[in-house]
């Protein structure tokens, strides 16, 4: 075939792939959705959007019961005398939060920079100094702890700022049930300084030491944690997001 062959065949073909493209029907779901709402993004990346609620800025920890006991200063607030909790409470959500392990290196494993983010203040995301530091791996930073490891590790180095970006869907009861009846496990994806390290996990159950998870009946919504856990880890600009997904009008019949 020389080329002038060629070519009209090659015109010819995409001929008819045009005429076949005016034929094609657009499909239409029937679906009436509403507008989504407009939300300004943060001017630097890790800023609050404009739907957020900011839960630490950096001056006070007046939305936390128990924020008295950590001190802030420079910033950040550093972990002492106990957890801390929000005082509001949150069902399905976006949660952002930068911390910064102890920039001095003291122990090893799970007693070097160990703190945790309690979603609905019982399944917790560890925070840990995971960098050179060899723990079990379901207790790693990034782990849900005791119920899966991350799936990378992406820490930084000790004393250096790293981020949180935490999507938490809550667990859905049977609340006419006697006993525990689980109608919709949650879920969580973690993204730790910018990597996938969770995608969309099921959780197995409320977060324990010495004992396999386990859900227990709670509310839709539940405050956030921060843990104690005996070492001076910094933390700063937390916000959160609630979300819920549109609502489209279906088409009748459907």
């Not at 792939?17 to 094609?24: I, K, P, R, S, T």
């Not at 630490?56 to 801390?84: C, H, M, N, P, T």
């Not at 005791?146 to 590790?153: A, D, E, F, G, R």
Request: charged share 25%; aromatic share 10%; proline share 7%.
């Amino acid at each position: 075939m020389n080329v002038r062959t060629l070519l009209l065949v090659s015109a010819g073909a995409l001929t008819a792939l045009g005429a076949v493209g005016a034929l094609q029907k657009e499909y239409k779901s029937g679906v009436v959705w509403p507008e989504p709402a407009v939300v300004t993004p943060g001017k630097n990346p890790g800023d609050a959007p404009s739907d957020a609620t900011v839960l630490f800025d950096g001056k006070d920890l007046s939305k936390w019961q128990g924020g008295e006991k950590w001190e802030v200063r420079d910033g950040y607030a550093v972990v002492k005398g106990g957890d801390i909790t929000t005082k509001d409470s949150f069902g399905d959500y976006q949660l952002h939060v930068e911390f910064a392990t102890p920039e001095e290196v003291k122990g090893n494993g799970q007693g070097r920079g160990n703190s945790g983010v309690f979603l609905a203040n019982r399944y917790e995301v560890q925070v840990l100094d995971s960098f050179d530091n060899k723990t079990y791996f379901d207790g790693q930073c990034g782990s849900l702890y005791k119920q899966t490891p991350p799936m990378v590790n992406v820490c930084r180095k000790p004393g250096e700022w790293q981020t949180y970006d935490i999507v938490f869907t809550a667990p859905r009861f049977d609340e006419q049930a006697k006993e525990v009846k689980v109608l919709k496990p949650g879920y969580v994806t973690l993204i730790h300084n910018g990597a996938v390290v969770q995608n969309h996990f099921e959780l197995q159950g409320n977060t324990y030491y010495d004992r396999p998870a386990s859900y227990q009946k709670h509310p839709l919504k539940q405050p956030i944690r921060l843990q104690n856990h005996g070492n001076p880890v910094k933390f700063r600009n937390i916000w959160i997001r609630e979300i819920k997904p549109l609502e489209g009008k279906k088409p009748e019949g459907k």
